[in-house]
């Protein structure tokens, strides 16, 4: 299988750099800077030789988080596209890791993520903590409830699930809507649970970061587009 890696990033180069060194060499990354100033591409602090990055550039503010996840799964499809039409020996299963670019990731961890997606066969996979046993969720009538939630800020979908984030959800509840869309259109996800080595491995920098000015207005926005949608708020 192989992976790619989304990492939407706005404004924080150094917590970029953090992330980009904690992922393997072998796996193809997309950084979408979204309007950062200085641009991305000439203020990471890293060295760049031999690695598979590639920046694309997103000017839209305020931001529409899930708008960037959407152009990164489309990058990772077009891809696999190509490699399948142009090097058909390099073509095969692959899966697509979103992350926040707060995030930094303990050694393995996106391999982990992928065998959960093959040992449950479902199309997302995303962490829960230590102590919270894993739970599969394929339930098509209601959402899973805050316990149970997806993490927004690290999770995989498999490749070739055909799943997209609804980009009316600019900010808030489109990963709960990704969650909604693999349990009733798709195989649903898996929440597995993290061992205290993983966990501690495993850096969330501004996991309760507020939410203020514009962007606090479109989380009511999106909370009633969610409802709309699906008949139940997500928890």
């Keep these: 299988m192989k992976l790619y890696a989304v990492i939407p990033t706005h404004n924080r180069p150094e917590e970029l750099a953090a992330l980009l060194d904690s992922i393997p060499p072998d ?25 598979r990055i590639q920046v694309m550039r997103e000017e839209e503010q305020p931001p529409n988080l899930s708008r960037l996840w959407n152009l990164g799964l489309d990058w990772a499809e077009n891809l696999e596209t190509y490699c399948a039409d142009v090097l058909p020996e390099y073509a095969g299963d692959y899966a697509v890791a979103i992350l926040n670019d707060d995030v930094v990731l303990p050694k393995g961890f996106l391999w982990t993520m992928a065998a959960e997606l093959i040992n449950h066969q479902v199309d997302i996979s995303f962490p829960g903590s230590v102590g919270q046993r894993c739970h599969v969720n394929r339930e098509k009538t209601r959402a899973p409830g805050l316990g149970l ?27 709960d809507d990704l969650e909604r869309s693999a349990a009733v259109h798709g195989r649903g996800t898996v929440r597995f649970e993290l061992t205290p080595a993983t966990a501690a491995g495993l850096v969330h920098r501004y996991p309760d970061q507020s939410t203020t ?20 708020r997500p928890w």
Excluded: Y
């Design 27 to 51: 796996v193809h990354v997309l950084v979408i800077d979204n309007a950062s100033e200085p641009k991305t591409q000439f203020s990471l602090p890293i060295r760049l030789l031999g690695r």
């Design 213 to 232: 000015g514009v962007l606090a207005e479109q989380t009511h926005k999106d909370m009633a587009t969610f409802v709309a949608k699906w008949g139940q």
């Design 149 to 175: 939630r997806m993490t927004g800020w690290c999770f995989m979908v498999r490749g070739g699930s055909g799943l997209r984030a609804d980009e009316r959800l600019r900010w808030w509840c489109g990963d």
